[in-house]
């Protein structure tokens, strides 16, 4: 691992910081900006609103109202979730600002000596929860998305770009908002973004989908990944790619029909749903103009024959197909980017 530290950076020394939204589905960035004061919206809190006499709508400051019907329903606590980036490389914008690129997104619970910290209702009602919600300036030092932040502590972004902080890029999580969520809700009331041009069918699969993910209550303090790397080893080698200037997809799903779709984000975006039944595989990173498929196989001992039947479908799709272990990737990783390189310009 010493001979590729070179493909790190050490975190620059600016304030101002922004993310790079470029490589993120929009449906997911349109969903990032609906993430913001107690949820999820229900249709029987806003029927609640409506028969108490007032008009239906929501800000993010719940309205007194509001506080009423989550009582009414038995809630005393609510969890406070944050949105959390991780950049695997930060570049110079030329205003004089950092842009960061991310690799990983993921939703993290609040927490205290190790253990999920709950707001209490009486103290949300005194808050101005909108000014919560949009507070994005703390930072996480030595976050991990693969495991958790154990060691990491959180600060104000202004007082982190000061200090003699001299750690890696990717060590560092930055919140970029954060939400509250109810205990109480049923899943089958939860309104959220929806493709209009889609069936009935598909936009509830995907309410399916976008509950578990965003709106399912934290049984502990692990971070959940909502888009990004899976493992260490590909952001090492997402690292070493960008580098070289190449420029993939991070993780995209290869279907029987031939359909290749980033992420299920992507597919609401486009109208359509593929289930896992007629999944290949997921590719950890794609060149979509060259039909190339990387995969980082961390295991050793990997499932070689199943491993052969995906390439085999992939070929049958003229999908080009590239695989390397983890010990290629942490101690030849010049030699698996000059492999990528040399099936890149093909």
């Known amino acids: 691992m010493e001979d590729n530290l070179k493909y790190y950076k050490n975190f620059p ?12 589905p929009p449906i997911l960035n ?18 609640f609103i409506t028969d108490s006499g007032h008009p239906p709508i929501l ?26 980036f991780n950049f695997f490389a930060i570049e110079d914008n030329p205003e004089g600002s950092l842009k960061g690129l991310p690799y990983n997104i ?27 919600s949009q507070e994005g300036n703390l930072v996480f030092t030595e976050f ?24 890696y890029i990717d060590t560092v999580g930055f919140n970029w908002g954060m939400y509250f969520l109810s205990p109480i809700f049923d899943k089958r009331e939860i309104k959220v973004l929806e493709n209009s041009t889609s069936s009935k069918e598909i936009n509830a699969k995907y309410r399916k ?13 692990e971070p959940r990944r909502i888009f990004g790397c899976d493992s260490p080893i590909e952001l090492f080698l997402l690292q ?30 486009s109208g359509i749903w593929l289930g896992q039944e007629q999944l290949i595989t997921q590719a950890d990173f794609y060149f979509p103009d060259k039909k190339l498929a990387i995969f980082c196989d961390g295991k050793e001992f990997h499932d070689l024959n199943k491993d052969k039947k995906i ?13 390397f272990t983890g010990k290629d990737i942490t101690e030849n990783l010049e030699n698996v980017l000059e492999t990528i390189q040399n099936e890149y310009k093909k």
């Open 13 to 24: 020394k600016q304030k101002d910081l922004e993310i790079d939204f470029r490589n993120i």
């Open 30 to 47: 349109l969903d990032f900006n609906a993430l913001n004061g107690i949820l999820p919206i229900t249709n029987s809190r806003l029927k």
């Open 59 to 84: 800000t993010v400051n719940p309205s007194e109202i509001e506080y009423v019907y989550y009582k009414s329903i038995g809630v005393n606590e609510f969890q406070a979730i944050s949105i959390v």
């Open 106 to 132: 993921s939703l993290l619970p609040m927490t205290n000596k190790g253990k999920i910290d709950t707001w209490r209702i009486e103290l949300l009602e005194q808050m101005d929860v909108e000014q919560l």
């Open 144 to 167: 991990n998305p693969f495991q958790s932040w154990k060691q990491g502590m959180g600060m104000d972004y202004q007082i982190f770009s000061n200090l003699d902080y001299n750690d």
């Open 209 to 221: 989908y976008k509950t578990n993910l965003f709106f399912k209550n934290f049984s502990n303090t």
């Open 240 to 269: 070493g790619m960008y580098l070289k200037k190449l420029t993939p997809i991070i993780q995209t799903n290869i279907f029987k029909s031939g359909d290749v779709i980033a992420n299920y984000f992507e597919m609401q975006d």
């Open 311 to 323: 390439n085999e479908a992939l070929n049958k799709l003229d999908i080009n197909v590239l695989r």
